[in-house]
């Protein structure tokens, strides 16, 4: 049952990322200062590769948060989604920051990404212990 968890939990936070980043494709392809053509689409082709990074790295993020939660005996939806959010707020967002920082990346690619981490992992964290 754990191994359904974490792959139901990673398609729903992939499954999210989906939405919010549609919705916010062209503030974040202002903000990662992404060149596009003159119909404001994005050049090149990065193909398929970026979503199974993606989706391989939503695999290990669920199954690190599953661990974690074993260990701290986070058991219910609650402990799920708040743990989640906590991950999301106080570690991976952060990290991102640094990361953009020190890459003189502006600012509200952070808080666009930053908003996909916490809630991408709070819902991990919810599903994690629905099951």
């Given at each position: 049952?754990?191994?359904?968890?974490?792959?139901?939990?990673?398609?729903?936070?992939?499954?999210?990322?989906?939405?919010?980043?549609?919705?916010?494709?062209?503030?974040?392809?202002?903000?990662?200062?992404?060149?596009?053509?003159?119909?404001?689409?994005?050049q090149?082709?990065?193909?398929?590769?970026?979503?199974?990074?993606?989706?391989?790295?939503?695999?290990?993020?669920?199954?690190m948060?599953?661990?974690?939660?074993?260990?701290?005996?986070?058991?219910?939806?609650?402990?799920?989604?708040?743990?989640?959010?906590?991950?999301?707020?106080?570690?991976?967002?952060?990290?991102?920051?640094?990361?953009?920082?020190?890459?003189?990346?502006?600012?509200?690619?952070?808080?666009?990404?930053?908003v996909?981490?916490?809630?991408?992992?709070?819902?991990?964290?919810?599903?994690?212990?629905?099951?």
């Amino acid at each position: 049952m754990e191994i359904l968890s974490v792959i139901v939990a990673a398609l729903a936070a992939f499954a999210f990322g989906a939405v919010w980043y549609m919705s916010m494709s062209k503030a974040w392809i202002a903000a990662a200062e992404i060149p596009v053509d003159a119909e404001g689409k994005p050049q090149g082709n990065g193909g398929a590769m970026p979503f199974v990074v993606g989706l391989v790295a939503m695999l290990v993020v669920a199954g690190m948060m599953r661990h974690i939660f074993a260990m701290s005996g986070l058991t219910t939806i609650g402990g799920g989604i708040m743990g989640g959010a906590g991950i999301g707020a106080f570690l991976i967002t952060p990290w991102v920051a640094m990361n953009y920082a020190f890459g003189m990346r502006k600012p509200m690619l952070t808080v666009i990404d930053g908003v996909n981490s916490v809630v991408g992992c709070t819902i991990m964290g919810a599903v994690l212990n629905a099951f």
